[in-house]
């Protein structure tokens, strides 16, 4: 080989040596940069406040629960939900949705409760005119979320 020849492969590998050789105090790729992932808002704890039991009557024994259980009531009852919760929360906003036929709201109740323990929270419901005869539905809410529902009927 002549001299050209080693002189260009001489100057081909000392370039390659030199490129090599700069960037080899870098040790990051700036494009496989570890960027910590994006922190999002921790959401609320779940309360530890459950129900249990909904009861659905036409009248209340003097604790607070349902006489009699039942699903069917006439139009001029004043219809009664209690929920049995366990557990323990501090202010807690329990509602009770009551719906008519496709999910109309024929009203919605709140209480603020704080147990500590197994309790009874009592909403209800009448219509001086009476209700329409039809397909009905209670839900138990606990700060906006759906902890139990209950589907019941009022008869012609």
């Given at each position: 080989m002549n001299r050209i020849t080693?002189?260009?492969?001489?100057?081909?590998?000392?370039?390659?040596?030199?490129?090599?050789?700069?960037?080899?105090?870098d040790t990051k790729d700036t494009a496989m940069v570890d960027?910590?992932?994006?922190?999002?808002?921790t959401p609320?704890?779940?309360s530890a406040l459950a129900?249990?039991?909904l009861k659905l009557g036409r009248a209340?024994?003097?604790?607070?629960?349902?006489?009699?259980?039942?699903d069917e009531?006439?139009?001029m009852d004043t219809i009664y939900a209690?929920?049995?919760?366990?557990?323990?929360?501090?202010?807690?906003a329990l509602t009770a949705r009551w719906t008519y036929g496709d999910g109309q709201v024929v009203d919605e109740s709140s209480q603020t409760i704080s147990?500590?323990?197994?309790?009874t929270t009592e909403f209800h419901v009448s219509k001086a005119s009476g209700w329409p005869a039809g397909e009905y539905k209670v839900s138990i809410m606990l700060d906006g979320r759906e902890l139990e529902s209950r589907d019941f009927k009022v008869g012609g």
């Amino acid at each position: 080989m002549n001299r050209i020849t080693f002189r260009t492969i001489g100057l081909a590998f000392g370039l390659t040596v030199a490129l090599a050789a700069c960037g080899k105090g870098d040790t990051k790729d700036t494009a496989m940069v570890d960027v910590p992932p994006a922190t999002s808002a921790t959401p609320a704890p779940e309360s530890a406040l459950a129900v249990d039991e909904l009861k659905l009557g036409r009248a209340l024994n003097a604790d607070g629960t349902v006489v009699e259980d039942r699903d069917e009531f006439a139009p001029m009852d004043t219809i009664y939900a209690v929920a049995h919760t366990t557990g323990t929360a501090t202010g807690a906003a329990l509602t009770a949705r009551w719906t008519y036929g496709d999910g109309q709201v024929v009203d919605e109740s709140s209480q603020t409760i704080s147990p500590t323990g197994p309790a009874t929270t009592e909403f209800h419901v009448s219509k001086a005119s009476g209700w329409p005869a039809g397909e009905y539905k209670v839900s138990i809410m606990l700060d906006g979320r759906e902890l139990e529902s209950r589907d019941f009927k009022v008869g012609g």
